[in-house]
């Protein structure tokens, strides 16, 4: 386990309740440097449209997606966004079990986008990240790419750190699945992610808390 922290000074968060029908420009506002907005809604409005907006602010910037799922509105909405400028690149990060689910929905992304940039894993981790020469946003929501009303929760944070810790483990995903099909069985693609990242017996790196990874019931602190 490797462990990193890091302050971000001054930085005040800033609490939102919309649960009286705000829409997300009212919810999110507008952009700063060094942000952090948490905002709690009725699902009025969705992740892309969460997304949209704050491309609006930014101008022109990468996008990194993590879903579990994904509706052909959000898919088409995300499409649009590519081609009139708005997202210079965007990569898919999508649980597994999404084309057994929705075949159609997973069909449009792949006819839509191209299977180099969507990559199936079990994935439940739902976060998008936002950047270009002037910005690293990263929104971590309990939203999925889909229309959903009910209590949902968004947060919206400026943060280069933050950015590159979570760009960073969809590098590695990428990198490691860059073999594997979308159309690879499922136990495939459980195995890669068993595998993401496994401890070597052992090692330095294999405690959390004290507790050795390699034998649970034995303490990782050892003294010579």
């Not at 009286?20 to 919810?27: A, D, F, I, L, T």
């Not at 990428?174 to 499922?186: G, I, N």
């Amino acid at each position: 386990m490797t462990m990193q922290g890091y302050k971000r000074n001054n930085v005040q968060r800033t609490l939102v309740r919309s649960t009286k029908r705000e829409s997300v420009m009212e919810s999110i506002g507008e952009i700063t440097h060094g942000m952090d907005v948490f905002t709690f809604s009725k699902g009025q409005y969705s992740l892309g449209d969460a997304v949209a907006w704050l491309l609006e602010q930014t101008g022109p910037a990468d996008v990194t997606l993590s879903t579990w799922t994904a509706a052909h509105a959000e898919i088409e909405s995300a499409w649009r966004l590519v081609e009139n400028g708005a997202i210079r690149s965007l990569r898919w990060l999508v649980d597994f079990s999404f084309p057994r689910r929705q075949p159609g929905y997973c069909e449009a992304l792949r006819q839509r986008f191209g299977d180099g940039v969507i990559r199936l894993t079990k994935n439940h981790a739902k976060f998008v990240l936002v950047r270009n020469e002037s910005w690293n946003l990263v929104l971590r929501t309990s939203m999925n790419l889909n229309e959903n009303p009910r209590f949902e929760y968004l947060e919206v944070s400026e943060s280069l750190e933050m950015a590159e810790f979570l760009a960073g483990i969809v590098d590695e995903v990428f990198e490691d699945t860059s073999e594997t099909s979308l159309d690879s069985r499922p136990s495939e693609l459980e195995n890669q992610f068993f595998d993401f990242d496994k401890p070597i017996p052992g090692s330095a790196g294999n405690t959390v808390l004290g507790i050795t990874m390699d034998n649970p019931t034995k303490s990782g602190f050892s003294v010579e």
